[in-house]
T-cell receptor, first 112, second 114 residues
Framework: SQTIHQWPATLVQPVGSPLSLECTVE??????LYWYRQAAGRGLQLLFY??????ISSEVPQNLSASRPQDRQFILSSKKLLLSDSGFYLC???????????FGPGTRLTVL | AQSVTQPDIHITVSEGASLELRCNYS??????LFWYVQSPGQGLQLLLK??????LVQGIKGFEAEFKRSQSSFNLRKPSVHWSDAAEYFC????????????FGTGTRLKVLA
C-alpha cells in the first residue's frame, strides 16, 4: 500500500529564516505531487505541483519554491520566511491525471 | 471558469440528526467529484468519489453523496450524525479528460451538539 510522509509535523521559525519542508511517498512510482497551504480558517490553496523529477509548476507567485530531487520526494522551501507564510502545509499525491488525490498529515508552520 | 462552491461555511447539527452538506460545481462537462474530511490539525481523508455510473455513491463512515447533473451538485449526506463527525468537509472536482489539478471548495465546518 502507499503512504505519504511529511516532516516536520510542527515548526516555529523567526521571520527572515529559511524553510525546508519535506514530503515523501512510499509504495508507488512516478506520482504527481502537490503542495497546498491552508491559512487559518481558509480553504486549500494549491502552491505547486510536479508531474516528474525536476518538473515544477507554480500556481501562485510568492515567497516559496518547490523542488523534486527524487521521484517520490517533494520539498517546499523559502530563503526568507514572512509572517504571512504561517499556515498548515499539506502534501498530496496521485498516480496519474485521472485518479484520486491522497494527502499527507501536514506540517503546522508558525512564523514569529 | 471552473469552480466549486460550498455555500455553508458552518453547520451545526445535534447528534443523531441527519446531515446534508452542499456542493455545487461549474464545469464544462461532468467532472470527477470528491468529498474529503479533515479533523483538526490533520490531513484530508477521502470519504467518497464519483467518476461515473451510479449517481448515488457510498463512502466510508456511513456517508453517501448523490451526483445530480441537472443541478450541478454533489451533496454529501449522512442519516445519523455522530459526535466524531465534527470536522471540516471539502468538496473537490477534477476533469475527466485528465488534469493534474483538482479544484477544492472552501470547506464546511461541521459542529455536532451532544
Amino acid at each position: 500500500s502507499q503512504t505519504i510522509h511529511q516532516w516536520p509535523a510542527t515548526l516555529v521559525q523567526p521571520v527572515g529564516s529559511p524553510l525546508s519542508l519535506e514530503c515523501t511517498v512510499e509504495g508507488t512510482s512516478n506520482p504527481n505531487l502537490y503542495w497546498y497551504r491552508q491559512a487559518a480558517g481558509r480553504g486549500l490553496q494549491l502552491l505547486f505541483y510536479s508531474i516528474g523529477i525536476g518538473q515544477i509548476s507554480s500556481e501562485v507567485p510568492q515567497n516559496l519554491s518547490a523542488s523534486r530531487p527524487q521521484d517520490r520526494q517533494f520539498i517546499l522551501s523559502s530563503k526568507k520566511l514572512l509572517l504571512s507564510d504561517s499556515g498548515f502545509y499539506l502534501c498530496a499525491w496521485k498516480r496519474g491525471s485521472t485518479d484520486t488525490q491522497y494527502f499527507g498529515p501536514g506540517t503546522r508552520l508558525t512564523v514569529l | 471558469a471552473q469552480s466549486v462552491t460550498q455555500p455553508d461555511i458552518h453547520i451545526t447539527v445535534s447528534e443523531g440528526a441527519s446531515l446534508e452538506l452542499r456542493c455545487n460545481y461549474s464545469y464544462g462537462a461532468t467532472p470527477y467529484l470528491f468529498w474529503y474530511v479533515q479533523s483538526p490539525g490533520q490531513g484530508l481523508q477521502l470519504l467518497l468519489k464519483y467518476f461515473s455510473g451510479d449517481t448515488l455513491v457510498q463512502g466510508i463512515k456511513g456517508f453517501e453523496a448523490e451526483f445530480k447533473r441537472s443541478q450541478s451538485s454533489f451533496n454529501l449526506r449522512k442519516p445519523s450524525v455522530h459526535w466524531s463527525d465534527a470536522a471540516e468537509y471539502f468538496c473537490a472536482v477534477g476533469a475527466p479528460s485528465g488534469t493534474y489539478k483538482y479544484i477544492f471548495g472552501t470547506g464546511t465546518r461541521l459542529k455536532v451538539l451532544a
